[in-house]
């Protein structure tokens, strides 16, 4: 009964250590798992910071951009008035002709804006046109340069034949 007894308390510590091993190797591979888990998400935190900080730039340099273009109105407007706009403000009698003023003006303002993004448009084409045009001329001289400089090698071969048949033409005569 004793020797049944210690077989049984063998069989179970090999049993407790096999469920250790497997709850060891579970472990280890939750760990690795969750080293994935942690570089993915530091990975996608990093690049969250980066675009985060790129935008906060482009949002700093619109922002800075439109208070220069508001200043330069400002300052446009301070510059003063020219005596045909004095006048024409003048002429202005009630809160109506005033607000349909300023409609018109807002909308010519719209107007010319829309014409400004359109001509700023066409000149980054033109400038990308232009870009590639001359980088298609360059392509083209380079490779017409390196063609000549083939003829010009295998010419200057064709020349040098002939000089050595022409010395050995003479030095036979």
Same mark, same amino acid.
Not at 46 to 60: G, H, N
Not at 109 to 115: N, Y
Not at 120 to 144: F, M, P, V, Y
């Given at each position: 009964?004793?020797?049944?007894? =210690?077989?049984?308390?063998?069989?179970?510590?090999?049993?407790? %250590?096999?469920?250790?091993?497997? !709850?060891?190797?579970?472990?280890? $591979?939750?760990?690795?798992?969750?080293?994935?888990?942690?570089? !993915?998400?530091? =990975?996608?935190?990093?690049?969250?910071? $980066?675009?985060?900080? /790129?935008?906060?730039? $482009? @949002?700093?340099?619109? %922002?800075?951009? +439109?208070?220069?273009?508001?200043?330069?109105?400002?300052?446009? &407007?301070?510059?003063?008035?020219?005596?045909?706009?004095?006048?024409? @403000?003048?002429?202005? %009698?009630?809160?109506?002709? +005033?607000?349909? %003023?300023? @409609?018109?003006?807002?909308?010519?303002?719209?107007?010319? /804006?829309?014409? &400004?993004?359109?001509?700023?448009?066409?000149?980054?084409? *033109?400038?990308?046109? +232009? *870009?590639?045009?001359?980088?298609?001329? #360059?392509?083209?001289? =380079?490779?017409?340069?390196?063609?000549?400089?083939?003829?010009?090698?295998?010419?200057?071969?064709?020349?040098?034949?002939?000089? #050595?048949?022409?010395?050995?033409?003479?030095?036979?005569?």
């Amino acid at each position: 009964m004793n020797q049944d007894l =210690t077989q049984q308390w063998l069989t179970e510590i090999q049993v407790i %250590k096999e469920q250790m091993a497997q !709850l060891q190797h579970e472990r280890d $591979t939750a760990w690795e798992s969750a080293q994935k888990w942690r570089q !993915l998400y530091n =990975t996608e935190a990093e690049q969250r910071r $980066t675009d985060t900080q /790129l935008s906060q730039q $482009t @949002i700093a340099s619109l %922002k800075a951009e +439109l208070h220069k273009l508001q200043g330069f109105e400002i300052e446009t &407007l301070a510059a003063g008035t020219p005596v045909a706009i004095q006048q024409e @403000i003048e002429q202005l %009698k009630s809160v109506e002709d +005033l607000q349909a %003023k300023l @409609i018109a003006a807002i909308k010519e303002r719209d107007r010319l /804006l829309q014409a &400004l993004k359109t001509e700023q448009d066409n000149h980054a084409q *033109t400038r990308n046109s +232009l *870009t590639t045009a001359l980088g298609d001329a #360059i392509d083209s001289l =380079t490779h017409e340069r390196a063609g000549v400089g083939e003829q010009r090698s295998r010419g200057a071969e064709e020349q040098g034949e002939k000089s #050595i048949q022409n010395s050995k033409f003479k030095i036979q005569n």
